[in-house]
């Protein structure tokens, strides 16, 4: 199976600072690479798919990029309600897989 | 709006079964599939399996085959998910979300149930 490493496990930072999250496959997943956001107590939420678009009601400050084994996520200038675990996802291949997970935390 | 909604906590022994339930509402439920998504206290997410709105497709994670059984109510848009041989390493909240309805377009999960907490103790 695809194994899913991201990096950092922990980012701290400042409301209104850029957040940089990097994932990467174990083998190339081409652009089948989504990216979820979950905050404590709730299901996770669809923010990226397929790299780089935007999921519908996604607001333009997250932004997704990479192809084969190495992907970033991108969240240009942190809201307070940013503040939270982000999980990487490839669906290239079965079974679908994720990774460890980036919590991105209040400095 | 969409909404899937999904059953109760459960508390089990070790040994026994469970099955989640998760009534969709919404939307055409043949024209998607739906993903379970497991979530172990303070641990990151794994996916389970996956079946196609109408029943004719599904796939399971390899760790979790001959224990796992993903099927669908067509006539009650409800999913199920049935977990067997319960240990005490499958407490988790347990999510169903919607997907697609093609194995190849699989792992687009829009729409997610507010998770199931199960318990297996003895």
């Known amino acids: 199976e695809i194994v899913l490493t991201q990096s950092p496990a922990t980012l701290s930072l400042s409301p209104g600072e850029r957040a940089t999250l990097s994932c990467r496959a174990s083998?190339?997943?081409?652009?089948?690479l989504v990216w979820y956001q979950q905050k404590p107590g709730q299901a996770p939420r669809l923010l990226i798919y397929?790299?780089?678009n935007r999921a519908t009601g996604i607001p333009a400050r997250f932004s997704g990029s990479g192809s084969g084994t190495d992907f970033t996520l991108t969240i240009s200038s942190l809201e307070p309600e940013d503040f939270a675990v982000y999980y990487c996802?490839?669906?290239?291949?079965?079974?679908?897989?994720f990774g460890g997970g980036t919590k991105v935390e209040i400095k | 709006q969409v909404q899937l909604v999904q059953s109760g906590a459960e508390v089990k022994k070790p040994g026994a079964s469970v099955k989640v339930s998760c009534k969709a509402s919404?939307?055409?439920?043949?024209?998607?599939?739906i993903s379970w998504v497991r979530q172990a206290p303070g641990q990151g997410l794994e996916w389970m399996g996956w079946?196609?709105?109408?029943?004719?497709?599904?796939n399971s994670a390899q760790n979790l085959q001959g224990r796992v059984t993903v099927t669908t109510d067509t006539s009650t848009s409800t999913a199920y998910m049935e977990l067997r041989s319960l240990r005490s390493d499958d407490t988790a909240v347990y999510y169903c979300?919607?997907?697609?309805?093609?194995?190849?377009?699989?792992?687009?999960?829009?729409?997610w149930g507010q998770g199931t907490l199960v318990t297996v103790s003895s």
């Open positions: 979300a919607r997907d697609r309805v093609t194995p190849r377009d699989v792992g687009l999960s829009d729409y």
């Open positions: 919404g939307y055409t439920f043949t024209t998607y599939g």
């Open positions: 079946i196609s709105g109408n029943n004719a497709k599904t």
């Open positions: 083998q190339s997943v081409g652009s089948y």
């Open positions: 397929d790299a780089s």
């Open positions: 996802q490839q669906r290239s291949n079965w079974p679908l897989t």
